[in-house]
């Protein structure tokens, strides 16, 4: 007990200093957890296993999914599929109030579906639409924060680089499962948005001018089919088995490349550049998942998961209370951690907690990814707050205050997913992907 709360003070005063200091979170976390290892290990063994540790962690079948649907993201975002999309989700999204910003919403979700990347579908989705907005006469904070609340749904709705993330830590979960589970709360929060962007658009008298044909309808959606076929083939071959997430994955990638030479928005030399930037994003990725392995390892050698078990248990029986700290717990963590490191860290915490009061793993996983995506969009760190104000060149407190009502109601949405098993549980049982 004593040497379980000594590594877990080592652990977080080295972190939060290191993190003070300017250092990456992930240089942090794994020297902080090094650090923490000496107290409980010889240093040979201790760098030993530590070296171990994220050789173990990125060891994994089911990881490498997460570089191909990064690099299918990227080609996406170079390859014209984007502005198809966005003339589809402007045909779903017909003649609303705000008609543009609610196309904004659909295709970041349809983009999200693709990709699975909230940050590469408010710099494509964003970058495609917003000068349409500002000609259309949107405010810039308008149709940055609709762009910017509406991005994380591409984290929840299939494929997902965070669920897989969840599945590898969480062990026996599975991946067609949790892409299942991710629909209906993905769906929900692009409706929340569209509800309050709609509300917002009338008050401030944004109309759609454009006559929509039933030419245009049929025209537009034959020219966004291969686009949306896409998500067809990839989640569909998942889950009725004919190839894993990590072979979709490699599919979505030769897919989206030959969409893009046939669309001829592709060059050859143009690849490089995006290999390379699939490379740099993959590889922060692979090493926030290895130095976190240390930290998860460590965390168990000493029982601190139990340990902190035992501390919420005696706060409290309910199970309502204590699923409400944690999402509180998560909030905060989310404003400052990006959710792959912070899916890594607490899963092997709060999961035991969860799964003995009955909690499904798959339930508490969406739990979890719904929460910190509320981070992404929340200041200091939020990387889809960051990328949104860039791509609408608009300073972060300009938006901020637009973007509360769309706090409140992802706020909302949370408590619906937390206590509601059956908003992500249903469309899994149905397909019988829940053992």
Known sequence: MDQAILVALVMLVCVLTMLVLGIPISISIG??????????????????????????????????????????????????????????????????????AETNVVANMLFGAISGSGVAAAAAIGGTIGPLEEKEGYSKDYMAAVNIASAPTGMLIPPSNTLIVYSTVAGSVSISALFMAGYLPGLLWGIGVMVIAGIMASKRGYRNRDE?????????????????????????????????????????????????????????????????????????????IGVSSIMSWIMSFTNIPAIIADVLLGLTNSKIAILLIMNLLLLVVGTFMDPTPAILIFTPIFLPICTSFGMHPIHFGIMIVFNLCIGTITPPVGPILFTGCKVANVKIEEVFKTLLPYFAVTAAILLLVTYVPAISMTIPNVLGLVK
Request: glycine residues 8%; contains cysteine.
């Open 31 to 100: 020297l902080a957890s090094t650090i923490a290892m000496l107290f409980v290990l010889p240093f040979e063994n201790a760098m030993g296993t530590a070296a171990q540790k994220v050789f173990t962690g990125v060891n994994s079948f089911s990881l490498l999914a997460i570089p191909f649907f990064i690099l299918a993201g990227n080609i996406m975002n170079n390859g014209g599929i984007a502005i198809r999309l966005v003339n589809c989700a402007k045909i779903l999204s017909g003649r609303m109030p705000g008609a543009l």
């Open 212 to 288: 929509i044909t039933l030419a245009i309808v049929l025209k537009t959606v034959w020219a966004a089919i291969p686009s949306l076929l896409l998500i067809v083939i990839v989640i569909g071959g998942i889950l009725i088995g004919a190839f894993t997430a990590t072979e979709g994955s490699a599919i979505a990638v030769v897919y989206s490349l030959l969409l893009s030479f046939i669309y001829r928005s592709i060059k050859i030399r143009d690849l490089r550049k995006i290999l390379l930037d699939s490379v740099k994003m993959t590889a922060i990725v692979i090493f926030m």
